[in-house]
DNA sequence: TATAATCACACAAACGTTTGCACTATTTTT
DNA sequence: AAAAATAGTGCAAACGTTTGTGTGATTATA
């Protein structure tokens, strides 16, 4: 019942030619006259011929596959992200190797050996929570396999990335609080040694000191993500001295954590209290007290445009081959921007 | 600065041996003697030598990938889905190719062309809503390709898959609304067409006979799930001649908008009108009024279950080789189960 | 001591495709 | 009519690996 699948072979014997004008005939190459172009045309069809990839792939030394790494599927943020990825990446004609890092480095490194072993022409990482050593990423220079970060970019240099610059929609944010008349603000943000909190910190002083509000260092706590850290923060902003009328938090999840605390205080939300958050996920639409606006960070175009620009990368290189190897890094910078829910107040 | 890889040829001709000798030493092949296999495994250590991965896909025919074709990534369902098939099928050293089809039938065949051309050993797909001619995956058989289906499953015969059974987890759904002392039990539904919704049907109407409530039809309304229609399925279902004190809910978005319906016509959660549904989302952690319980189907596990169902199809195929087509067909069904929300009442 | 078994290795084919080169007709140019 | 260009094919190498078979040397058996 084995199949034998037709070969380029096979269609020479048939029609009594050689492998080469074969191969030529179905590449409409110049050389080939017209007649016989016709009947290897006809019998691959007949014999319903597909040229088999994996021949193609060795003899070219390219796969036409992109390895994918990023931490974790199930986060929403990154399940968009590989979306756009898998859609750009389909439409230049790259198929998507998959893997999750779990936020561990090992398995990051095990998927980067597992993805040069397949021999992807080239990589789209965001790297993993705890990642700090970034030797495994160096060394694929040396197989000249390009990487284009995203998201999560490690901090080195002459490095590809695509990355979303959060400061922007920080400052809108507050922007956004001041004009509706709040005066002192605060922010819960995340693990001080994140950059994404940085970030955040840096849009956030930026913006008060522009507005003529003062940086009050107190306004400002960082706290580990979890339920309760989300909670302590909260109860410590609130019970400080110059308790804030808004909150910014490091994303949606904070922002319905810190809702929870800030009810089970007695506080009215958005009445005593405000909140404006990061992510724009989805499910804002069905909590009870969602965070009055998000600032979206467009996971789906950074996926995406990260994917176009490692293809180019790819086609360059095609191109250049053994040329100067043009020492030009893309920093690609999206803006972040603020969505402004439609709440009905009290 | 073209790196050329080192390849089996190197190390052979650096050694004054034949390539076959280096081959198998690098094997651990009995032949090759103890001196020789020391020698070529240092050098191939030296040198950082690494077999090239396609040049085996070629020669073995086979590429230790598995293309895996769903619907939408970004649905928390299939997200989680891909996160089990990536963690099964790194487990067993095959690798992911990844598609989605955005529920077109049209994608859905070229994803399938490409991942052939690909040379993929098997596949895992959900197939799209639309799918209903199911001839390319037919096709399918006569290039020996494997596949797997999940979640969303063909209706034709002679095929694997990996499901989760609703009825049962309808049943406790009821049964734990029973309990609670509900006996007039309404049901909004899904598309009268799609399979889920037959499956929850059978379970409502199997549990409400075995608990002597006779089944009224009156009490199960099909809907289209947009949030419209869930409003008015709501409201209908409310203005019943017998008004339900509790509704099962096709899913968690389902079950929150009705839950804004209800609050807009007055009435009372959890006091008036109760809320149990499928999936059981992240989401519910977050709302006011999460539905009392929820019908969890284990995305990740029917993922993971599909992925080992497959990696054992193939095992099994490079056994058997030549021999008779084992034609036992793989149909498993994982028991959907009630999570009972922790809901404080009131 | 002659024969058989074992060991350690080399040779070469095969997987399917692409591509530089050589070759033979035919046609075009002088 | 001889020389040159061109069109249409075939040959063979190459990509890197695996694996069946062949072969000489060493060791074990009778």
Redesign the pocket.
Known sequence: MEKR?P???EIAKQL??????V??A??DHP??????KMRVQQLAKELDYE??QT??F???GKTYTIGVILPELSEAFFSSAISGIEDAAHKGNYTVLLGQSHDDIEKEKHLLDTFRKHRVDGLLVSISKNTTNYEHFEALQRYNIPVVFFDRIPKIPNIHYVACNMINGTVQAINFLFKKGHRIIGMINGPEKLPATKERLDGYIQAMTKSRLKYDPNLVVNCDLTKEGVASSTEKLLSGKRKPTAIVAFNDYVALDAVQQVRKMKFKINKDISFVSFANLPISNYTAYPPLASVEQFPYQQGQKATETLIELLQKKSEESLENNNATFYKIILESQLVVHDVKQG
């Open positions: 699948l070969t380029i072979k009594n030619i050689s492998v080469s004008t191969s030529r179905l590449h050389n080939i006259g017209l007649r016989t040229p088999n021949a193609i060795f003899q070219q």
